[in-house]
Each structure stands twice: as C-alpha cells, then as structure tokens.
C-alpha cells in the first residue's frame, strides 16, 4: 500500500508541477502580446524617421547635381513608399525629360498622373435630389 501512495504523490507533484508551468508559459506569452503594439509603433516611426532620412539624403544630392537619376529613382521609390503621390510625379517627371526614350518612365508618369486625376475627380460629384415615389393612381 504504501508503495501505491507514493505513486500517487508522484504523480500528483508531476500533474502540479506541469500545470504550474504551463501557466507560467502563458502567462509570458499574453504578457509579451501586451507589449506588442508598442513595439510596432516604434518601428513604424523608427521606419518613417529612415524614410524621412533617406528622401532628406537624396534631396540634398539633387541640389547638388540636378540630373542624377540615381537620386530622382532613389526619391522616387520613397516617395512612392511614403505615399507621396504629388512628389512622387515630380521626380518621375524629371526622369522622363531625362530619359524621354524610356518607356517605362512614360508609363509610369501616365499611371501617376491618372491616380491625382482619379483623386480630383472624387469631390467633384453632386449629389442629387431623392425622388418621391410615384402614388399609385385610383381609377376603378
């Protein structure tokens, strides 16, 4: 008897101890999911600060050399990450007066300059006048 009661104890202190740790473990894991946002603001910032940065760089190298396409692509690609769509259409603009044989400049400027179109064209619609709906006539 005595042998199946430490058995018992056994496997008690087992089960409670790996109840316990798994408590534990969740209890970290919903912990760090807590900080979580936190950390995504910052990197979110942290990577607008870079981008910020980056088009800051490549603006001062344009003021140097007006005409080097490394820099206009380079502002290009973060204005466009940046959502910059007007900035964005300046650096390609200049691009395809450097570039006019490049039809890739073309059409990008032409996908550019219908997203700012489209972007007007949005404010632009009236609203109109509900109607009243029609009364039945009464002829018997």
Known sequence: MEKSK???IIVLASGGAFLASSVMGLSSLIGSSIDRPTATENTI???????????????????????????????????????????????????????PKDPQYKEFLAVIDKQIADSKKVGTLKPTEPTQPTQPSKSK
């Open 6 to 8: 430490l058995t018992k």
């Open 45 to 99: 910032q942290s990577q607008s600060a870079q981008l910020q940065a980056e088009e800051k760089g490549f603006a001062t190298v344009l003021q140097r050399e007006p005409n080097n396409q490394t820099a206009l692509r380079g502002l290009v690609e973060i204005r466009m990450q940046r959502g910059d769509v007007a900035g964005t259409r300046d650096a390609l603009a200049q691009l395809v007066k450097l570039n």
